[in-house]
């Protein structure tokens, strides 16, 4: 079975821009997670979402936003970038309690 | 403040030898998962374990949950290159899973 596959790999935009990072979860899953794994901090909780719905929310401003789509595909949208979003963007899916399946992320570079 | 301390951060050994990982926590957990993760890839899960005091076998690793279910460890006998990475332990907190800032191994042949 595919895994859990997001796209782009990498993505360089501007401070103040917007980005936009996408997710598709292994099939047959409905929730999705997003984190954020910037250098030396480990991995951070950005959102979760299941059936169609944000179930929970970490500790991030509200620009970073997303929604999952009736395919159970999610996107990830962070608006007004700044150089400290620079870091690596990670999306699973899985059970919370038998463990995550991780795409292999997107880089993102703010510059 | 993490909620899940690891420790050491950073680990230099030469193949064969032995290491322990721990991760340390003031919070009780329903369950501890490890996982290892490769540069330019996402952490991929190792093992669950779930009960006080249990302990599971993964070839050359060794997990073991505390008995309260605060702390776990993983150990690795005879470590080899292939071993090298990015080592995360991560607890259920809530709806939701808390990882710890993991250990960098670096198995030097």
């Known amino acids: 079975e595919a895994g859990v596959t997001q796209s782009p790999t990498h993505l360089i935009k501007t401070r103040g821009q917007q980005a936009t990072l996408r997710c598709s979860p292994i099939?047959?899953?409905?929730?999705v997670y997003w984190y954020q794994q910037a250098l030396g901090l480990g991995l951070q909780f950005l959102l979760w979402?299941?059936?169609?719905?944000?179930?929970n929310r970490g500790n991030f401003p509200p620009r970073f936003s997303g929604r999952q789509f009736p395919n159970y595909s999610s996107e990830l949208n962070v608006n007004a970038l700044e150089l400290e979003d620079s870091a690596l963007y990670l999306c699973?899916?899985?059970?919370?309690?038998?463990?995550?399946?991780f795409g292999s992320g997107t880089r993102l570079t703010v510059v | 403040t993490q909620l899940l301390e690891q420790s050491p951060q950073f680990l230099s050994i030469q193949e064969g030898e032995n290491l322990t990982v721990y991760c340390n926590s003031s919070?009780?957990?329903?369950?501890l998962q490890w996982y290892r993760q490769e540069p330019g890839e996402g952490p991929v899960l190792l093992v669950t374990?779930?009960?006080?005091?249990e302990v599971k076998k993964l070839k050359r690793l060794t997990f073991q949950f505390g008995d309260a279910r605060k702390d776990s460890s993983l150990h690795i006998t005879a470590a080899q290159p292939g071993d090298t990475g990015l080592y995360l332990c991560?607890?259920?907190?809530?709806?939701?899973?808390?990882f710890g800032a993991g250990t960098i191994l670096r198995v030097k042949s």
């Open positions: 699973a899916s899985s059970g919370v309690f038998y463990g995550y399946t």
């Open positions: 099939s047959g899953h409905t929730s």
């Open positions: 979402y299941d059936e169609g719905e944000e179930r």
């Open positions: 919070s009780v957990f329903s369950s």
């Open positions: 374990v779930v009960t006080g005091g």
């Open positions: 991560a607890g259920v907190y809530g709806n939701k899973l808390v």
